[in-house]
């Protein structure tokens, strides 16, 4: 039998990490990111985020859980055995990510749906906000539960299921080298079809266009580091345990950066055509762009099903053809962010994959009914907010410390270089994740804290204790639970 937990092939961990890093976040919030970030200007930290964060940690989380071949929890465990229950914060507080991305998956799953037959009607902003989600912007619509959403996020949950109960490469791997390609291709083809539309060159000058001045706002700077982060799901421990699947010959210095570069160029991609089609709709609606884009969730379930009214026949295979490319983005990223939990319960209570997947796939689709209310979207952005800006930099902080510091990243240095022919580590890559990063992340924390504090409704804070709260018990009942296997104490380091 094929290792349960093994890569089959070093491009399957490529291409699963690709997977991982495409999602919704390079499509449907990049570009209205780069948009209200200045534009141009937002290239200057942008790239200075990807230098300065993304290469040196990729490369750190990377090497790491390729020598513990093990889940995040237990690496952590054999590092440092008092921080078992930190070895939880990060898997768990992933899951409550990995619940409400269920949940955009979910609602994409039935803009998929609906754009055989446009089923949107003539006004998709009533459909969205009134039909379908029947929002409210507070707590007062969590008992008015929405059985047509549930079932599509429901779908979302089955079919993670359907992929992680089996063996790693059957599954996973499987899925990642078919979709993953398919994914760039059929972006492809929408990009180029969008560009050739009248009025494509007026969304994207407006989308270029620089605003210089926007440098000198923080703002900016915090957008372009955040975008990073959750674009390349970094820190979150997706990298960490699909590089401990990683076969012995890997060379991990040029898998990540692959990875970087497939996940930017593709973002970068996808926002040409995304501003190509509003520079369409702003033609033919005498409506300025900046009129039209807005955020993430308006712009792709409200903006595009308007284009796609408009281009007629064209729309009813271009429509189709765009929903299908963010569900297969969606659910690629789902997969590993779903497995960083999975692995640390299969590990320390002696589980098998088939029996861990099911497990945490009801208790997932089970949570994600919140957000099948009418006040799920309101919980969504608070959870986003709690999740990205607070626990998760604050848990990467610790993990960069823990890694650099404690493990040594020293360590690594030898082998990596040795694996890498045409990059090499060095004083610069040491001094990043040793100083540089955790000094970083700190600031980005305080910034992400801001954005907390302007949360002051009621509603708001009784949504960040409630989930406080389940990330803090959760993660207290792992640790205290005691391990199924003698095996959770014992790891085997690959690299001396
Ligand atoms: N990178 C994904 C996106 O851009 O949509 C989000 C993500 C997936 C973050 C998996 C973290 C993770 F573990």
Request: net charge neutral; proline share 3%.
């Amino acid at each position: 039998m094929a290792n349960e937990n093994k890569w089959g092939s070093n491009i399957a961990f490529v291409l699963a990490m690709i997977g991982s890093a495409v999602g919704l976040g390079n499509i449907w919030r990049y570009p209205y990111v780069l948009y209200s970030n200045g534009g141009g200007a937002f290239y200057i930290p942008y790239l200075l985020a990807i230098i300065s964060l993304a290469i040196p940690f990729l490369i750190l989380e990377y090497g790491v859980g390729y020598n513990y071949q093990s889940s995040f929890t237990k690496a952590i465990v054999k590092l440092k055995p008092k921080f078992e229950f930190y070895g939880w914060i990060l898997p768990v507080v992933v899951f409550i990510m990995t619940v409400y991305y269920s949940t955009i998956i979910g609602w994409d799953g039935i803009y998929l749906f609906l754009s055989f037959f446009k089923g949107w009607g003539a006004d998709p902003n009533t459909y969205l906000n009134v039909n379908l989600l029947q929002a409210t912007d507070s707590l007062s619509g969590a008992f008015n539960f929405i059985p047509f959403i549930a079932v599509f996020m429901l779908v979302g949950w089955f079919i993670v299921w359907l992929i992680s109960h089996k063996n790693l490469d059957e599954g996973l791997g499987r899925v990642c080298e078919i979709f993953v390609p398919l994914l760039f291709v059929v972006m492809l083809f929408i990009v180029i079809f969008s560009l050739t539309l009248p009025g494509a060159s007026i969304g994207l000058s407006e989308l270029f266009n620089p605003d210089w001045s926007l440098l000198w706002h923080f703002d900016i700077w915090m957008a372009a580091f955040g975008q990073i982060f959750f674009s390349l799901s970094l820190g979150m421990g997706a990298g960490f345990t699909y590089a401990s699947y990683t076969n012995d010959d890997i060379d991990l210095i040029s898998s990540g950066l692959k990875v970087i570069f497939a996940n930017c160029a593709f973002e970068n991609f996808a926002a040409l055509g995304v501003f190509s089609i509003l520079g369409y709709m702003s033609l033919q609606s005498g409506t300025p762009v900046s009129e039209i884009v807005s955020q993430g969730t308006t712009l792709i379930f409200v903006a595009y099903p308007q284009v796609f009214n408009i281009l007629g026949t064209i729309g009813l295979v271009l429509g189709p053809l765009f929903f299908f490319t963010v569900y297969i983005a969606g659910i690629t990223s789902m997969l590993s962010s779903f497995e960083v939990l999975s692995i640390s319960i299969q590990n320390k209570f002696a589980l098998s994959r088939r029996k861990a997947t099911l497990i945490l796939c009801i208790i997932g689709g089970l949570a994600s009914m919140v957000y099948a209310t009418s006040a799920g979207g309101y919980i969504l952005g608070i959870a986003d907010i709690f999740v990205n800006n607070i626990v998760v930099i604050l848990s990467v902080f610790v993990e960069c410390i823990l890694f650099a510091w404690i493990f040594k990243a020293e360590r690594l240095i030898d082998f990596m270089n040795g694996r890498s022919k045409h990059f090499k580590l060095g004083k610069w890559w040491l001094a990043h994740v040793k100083y540089i990063i955790p000094i970083l992340l700190l600031v980005i924390w305080f910034g992400g804290l801001y954005e907390l504090i302007a949360l002051k409704t009621t509603d708001a804070v009784i949504v960040l204790i409630v989930l406080a709260l389940i990330l803090i018990i959760s993660s207290l009942i792992f640790t205290l639970l005691p391990a199924k296997t003698k095996e959770w104490f014992k790891t085997e380091e690959r690299i001396k």
